[in-house]
């Protein structure tokens, strides 16, 4: 007997996928919302709020992006191994 084709089904939402999302779009909603940095103080060894907590998010743009990017593969990972099962 022949095999059932292989359904595709569209994107699947799981809430791997939804932290995933958070962590990429979280760096955007920070830098848009420029009301809630755009002040001098507290300063940090004399950088004015507004430089520092935008350098701050440089970084936790990249953590936050390398955490997705993990999320992904793991997720990625498992999607390809319930298909040989």
Same mark, same amino acid.
């Given at each position: &007997?022949?095999? %059932?084709?292989? @359904?595709? !089904?569209g994107p699947v939402v799981t809430p791997v996928r939804v932290? =995933? $999302?958070?962590?990429?779009? $979280?760096?955007? @909603?920070? &830098? ?10 507290? $300063?940090? #060894?004399? #950088? ?6 935008? &350098?701050? /998010?440089?970084? =936790?743009?990249? %953590?936050?992006? &390398? #955490? %997705?990017?993990?999320? /992904?593969?793991?997720?990625? !990972?498992? !999607? !390809?191994?319930g298909e040989h099962r």
């Open positions: &007997m022949s095999q %059932a084709p292989e @359904v595709n !089904r932290v =995933i $999302a958070l962590c990429l779009v $979280a760096p955007f @909603v920070a &830098m848009l919302w420029v009301g809630s940095y755009a002040k001098t103080d507290p $300063a940090l #060894i004399g #950088i004015p709020f507004f430089y520092w907590y935008q &350098m701050a /998010w440089v970084l =936790i743009s990249t %953590a936050l992006t &390398m #955490i %997705a990017f993990k999320l /992904w593969q793991r997720d990625q !990972r498992a !999607r !390809r191994g």
